[in-house]
């Protein structure tokens, strides 16, 4: 009996300590988009970033043994394919979907690209904090053995928070985003915002790559990534544009994700196909009950609305 | 047009084929890789097509290798693809190396190329031999430029399951697997039955991460399972990196499979099971050099040298190494079967009864569709 | 007319660019241009081998090109190809193994007519969220990809499941007599004829008819649309069922073709180079077919790239991002390109009959 007893906390735990390991890289992809999106623009090309930014992280890493300058070359990796994605989105006729779809294609063959030598070798990893040094369960300690990065992302939600709020940065990112009509009369250099957030949106969407090969699972190949930079957009409309919310549904994400795998180690695998898919169908569930036609979804910037 | 001219190209590439064949076998005999010269003559044309990256440390790696080792020869042309679907793409990509590239032999290596794609091709293509790896050949049904090769890899696995028996402190072993089919069960299985020889209460349980390569959902998948008081972890993915790093990283002991691991994992790692297709892949040449028939169906475990086990690493111990060695000996004996009655599986059904065996060339073993009683999941 | 040929101008000039940006990428992997260019033209054209399996890659990718295409008419940007190829080729196969027996070409046809169905479903019901719930399209199609990758593995490893097909999981055959056969001698099989005849009779639809008139003024402004009394819903609904259930005909073509059973291969990225294609396109179902052949050729020549220039299978991939990216960086000709005097007088004539 006590055995089982171990086998449901062992799932407890490990859903748990999956929910930051696995969600991490969901909160960087999030909180970029987030931003990108909250100045009006739509960046569907951060599973490029996410993917360049793994391998430049890994590789930089590798050559310079250091592997917090190759988060700094993962995030420039982002900066530079952010810059082109705002650049191409200037132009009004041209739609954000199709550079951002481009993008993810360019992004990923380039990795792939450059990435073959570093397929092989080894490369320092992220250190991580053990916040689980009071307890003697190996289980509990390992569940809290929390990676750097994640406190990092930690930092950055009530930042990016705070600066959407409550500085005149914020401030201007929001009105562009809102109402271009309203910025253009206030003065506001719109393509000059968004150009910048896309930017920024794709430093932080690289960090994400960079965790996954220099963290968790911690090595570079070509199938690293599962989609999660896919899945950005789809975060941020689940967190209604909210940096927040946007921290709650990475760590919900993850925990979604850890719980299959959970599940079978204690014996129940049906049906481990429709777990894998229970994160989009959930996120596809909740678009439909929150969306209306009528009105916008709470939080939506209004440059979306058609 | 063209067509025709790459036929007679080929013709030409046989028949001179046959004035080459003392030097080339010469060489390959001795398993050194002559420096004679033949520029004068053409060469043998062998086109290898993977179904992912050639670097993957797993299956396709474990190829490359093997095309590698052929390569060498100075009578062998060999190029590769990778990352071919199991599509209408591995068709094109087979007829492209035999119509742009004059490929004589082609190895395409990944399970979901022979049907229907390199069965429909072979007709089409009679000079052409194709040798597809997953022992699936028959003689009733299929052409006969058509073979298979494959390896009783479950052989080095059943070892691997013998030391972790034997190091397992728990009884609780763990087993990382991509998706449910026979390859795949029958390795669990051995794993486990190579376990339980040691300690009939052993249990091992499985987790399906759903597909070749998900490398988050692999650590993941280790990471519950060491939570659960797992501490020998193996797995069938296509690549096994992540989940010998992390067994690794949580300080258990891990086997190693496809490729050799041990770098991997320098102090967990107990042993494993690899593929050694250069073995193959030279001896195919061989018979090519020779101008012997190429026979339809190559399949062997550790005694014909198509799987090796990997040599063990430092945690070890001497009780675990004499036993899986004596085991190992008994398996290049011939003779010892990994399947032998009574057996049942996790649902409580007799498969294997008392007293019947099954040896490791029976087809049967290949529809495997069951878990051995102690797998869990 | 002249829309046409600013079109053509803008696209070669963009070609031009990305060749010259490939040229680069190329010349900095150590390879010589030239040779790499011979390559893919030798790959892809250069031969009837070469042709044929150009077109063979070309024929899915026409088909999920429209399913972008199509909605993308009025308005509304899918990426659920992939999905909706997952879905077409799964009921072909429910149907193919439940009608075996009976005629071939009714068998055909109604995988066909399921595959299509079901596919078009899918996709209209990306079409009724977005139209009667706001819900965003891209995003619930994207989606819409994951659970139906997710319920075919489910279905193929599970009880759909044919013991025989051993370590490849994959439902039952749909018989050898129902399968789609190939055009003449070649290789190709009929799935190319039922994309170029789709690209062609929808670019009639859509230039040529009312209905695409008013899928026109939907897409420009569906608030415009309602005012000039167009029932809009039924517009975007019906669009998305034609494009799904051209995706799904790709699906039935890989089933009936190619594989004659469902399994994981279905899933195998036409989907997502369909949108590609309809992108570079401008959504023009004429225009489809060409772009389409010329990805086919592409990909068709990346086999070729690995083993002529040890090159790896990314190059590809990076190849059709680079020109992905000039093209649609090339909008910013559109209107600033000087049209040589000799269409003058055809662009006042054009104005004039307009």
């Known amino acids: 009996m006590s055995e089982t007893d171990i086998g449901v906390w062992g799932v407890l735990i490990a859903v748990l300590g999956g929910a930051i390991r696995v969600g991490t890289p969901f909160l960087f992809v999030s909180l970029g988009e987030c931003l990108t999106e909250k100045s009006g623009r739509v960046n569907l090309g951060l599973e490029g970033n996410l993917v360049m930014g793994a391998m430049s992280a890994y590789a930089i890493s590798y050559y310079t043994g250091s592997p917090w300058l190759g988060v700094l070359g993962a995030g420039c990796s982002g900066l530079i394919l952010g810059l082109i994605h705002g650049l191409l989105c200037q132009n009004p006729k041209v739609n954000h979907i199709a550079v951002g779809i481009a993008l993810m294609i360019f992004g990923t063959g380039l990795a792939f690209f450059l990435g073959k030598p570093f397929i092989q070798p080894t490369a320092p990893h992220l250190p991580a904090v053990s916040l689980g040094f009071w307890s003697d369960s190996p289980v509990l300690r390992a569940a809290l053995e929390i990676n750097a990065l994640f406190f990092v992302g930690l930092a950055l939600v009530p930042a990016i928070y705070f600066m959407l709020k409550n500085t005149k940065w914020g401030l201007m990112i929001r009105v562009v985003g809102e109402s271009a009509d309203a910025a253009r009369a206030l003065g506001y250099r719109i393509q000059l915002i968004r150009l910048l957030t896309t930017m920024a949106g794709g430093f932080l969407a690289a960090i994400g790559g960079a965790y996954l090969s220099l963290y968790y699972p911690g090595s570079w190949n070509e199938g690293l990534s599962s989609g999660q930079g896919l899945m950005a957009v789809a975060l941020v409309i689940f967190a209604r544009w909210n940096p927040i919310y946007c921290l709650y549904a990475s760590l919900l994400f993850g925990a979604a994700a850890a719980l299959g795998p959970a599940l079978q180690a204690v014996g129940i695998s049906w049906g481990y196909y429709l777990f894998n898919a229970a994160p989009y169908f959930l996120t596809l569930m909740i678009m439909i009950m929150t969306s209306s036609a009528k009105q916008n979804l709470a939080g939506m910037p209004g440059e979306f609305t058609r | ?377 | 007319m002249l829309k046409t040929l600013e079109a053509f101008a803008v696209t070669l000039v963009a070609i031009i660019i990305s060749l010259v940006l490939i040229s680069i990428f190329i010349w900095a992997s150590g390879n010589s241009f030239i040779e790499v260019y011979q390559t893919i033209y030798k790959g892809a054209f250069g031969t009837w081998f070469s042709w044929q399996n150009t077109l063979v890659r070309a024929a899915p990718l026409m088909l999920t090109a429209l399913c972008t295409a199509i909605p993308a008419r009025v308005g509304l940007v899918v990426i659920g190809g992939e999905g909706a190829v997952v879905m077409g080729g799964l009921f072909a196969a429910i149907t193919g193994i439940s009608l075996n027996g009976m005629s071939p070409g009714f068998v055909l046809f109604a995988m066909l007519f399921t595959g299509a169905l079901s596919a078009g479903l899918w996709i209209l019901g990306v079409g009724a969220l977005q139209y009667y719930r706001g819900v965003n399209e891209t995003i619930s199609s994207l989606l819409l990809n994951y659970i139906a990758i997710a319920i075919l593995n489910f279905l193929v490893v599970g009880f759909m499941r044919d013991p025989a097909t051993l370590n490849k999981p994959s439902t039952h055959h749909i018989g050898d007599a129902n399968m789609m056969g190939v055009i003449g001698e070649s290789s190709i099989h009929y799935g190319l004829v039922l994309g170029i005849l789709l690209c062609i009779a929808l670019w009639f639809v859509t230039s040529r008819t009312t209905f695409g008139f008013s899928m026109k003024i939907t897409g420009g402004n569906p608030r415009t649309a309602k005012l000039a009394g167009l029932n809009v819903g039924k517009i975007i609904l019906v669009s998305c069922f034609i494009g799904g259930a051209c995706a799904g005909i790709a699906g039935v073509v890989e089933v009936a073709a190619v594989h004659g059973r469902a399994n994981s291969s279905l899933n195998a990225g036409y989907g997502y180079a369909g949108i590609l294609v309809a992108f570079l396109a401008r959504h023009n179902p004429m225009a489809i077919i060409l772009f389409a052949i010329s990805l086919g050729g592409i990909q068709a020549s990346g086999g070729l790239m690995q083993r002529r220039h040890d090159l790896p299978d990314a190059s590809v991939l990076v190849m059709q991002g680079i020109i992905f990216v000039v093209i649609l960086a090339s909008e910013v000709f559109y209107g600033r390109l000087k049209i040589p005097n000799l269409f003058q007088s055809q662009k006042t004539a054009q104005e004039n009959a307009a």
């Open chain 2, 1 to 377: 047009m063209d067509k025709k001219v790459a036929l007679q190209d080929k013709k030409v590439s046989r028949r001179s084929l046959v004035k080459t064949a003392g030097l080339g076998a010469a060489a390959v005999a001795t398993g050194i890789a002559s420096p004679v010269s033949l520029a004068a003559t053409k060469k043998v044309n062998m086109g290898f097509i993977y179904v992912g990256p050639r670097d993957d440390f797993g299956y396709n790696q474990a190829h490359f290798e093997g095309k590698s080792g052929v390569a060498g020869l100075n009578w062998v042309k060999a190029f590769d693809e990778e990352k071919v679907p199991e599509s209408i793409e591995v068709e094109k990509t087979m007829e492209s190396m035999i119509q742009l590239d004059g490929a004589s032999i082609l190895f395409p290596t990944s399970f979901g190329y022979f049907d229907p794609h390199i069965l429909k091709l072979a007709p089409k293509y009679p000079q052409v031999t194709f040798l597809h790896c997953g022992g699936l050949w028959d003689s009733t049904k299929h052409p006969t430029n058509v073979g298979s090769y494959f390896g009783y890899i479950d052989e080095a696995v059943y070892l691997s399951g013998i030391v972790a028996g034997h190091m397992s402190k728990t009884g609780k072993l763990g087993y990382i697997a991509a998706i449910p089919i026979p390859q795949v069960l029958r390795n669990i299985n051995a794993f486990t039955l190579g376990a339980q020889s040691v300690n009939p209460d052993i249990t091992t349980n499985v987790v399906f991460t759903g597909g070749w390569a998900l490398p988050v959902k692999e650590a993941e998948a280790a990471n519950s399972m060491v939570d659960q008081g797992i501490d020998v972890l193996t797995c069938h993915v296509d690549s096994p990196k992540v989940v010998i790093e992390t067994a690794e990283k949580r300080g258990i002991y891990s086997c190693g499979y496809h490729t050799d691991n041990s770098p991997l994992a320098p102090k967990g790692f107990l042993t494993g099971a690899e593929w050694n297709w250069s073995s193959v892949y030279a001896m195919y040449a061989e018979k090519i050099a020779k101008e012997e028939p190429i026979p339809n169906l190559v399949r062997g475990g550790l005694a014909e040298g198509i799987v090796k086990a990997t040599p063990y690493g430092p945690a070890v111990t001497d009780a675990a190494k004499s036993e899986a060695d004596a085991v190992k000996a008994k398996l290049m004996e011939g003779g010892f079967a990994i399947f032998k009655g009574p057996i049942k599986d996790n649902k409580g059904n007799v498969v294997i009864p008392e007293g019947k065996s099954h040896g490791q060339t029976d087809i049967w073993l290949e529809s495997m569709d069951w878990l051995v009683e102690g797998v869990i999941g």
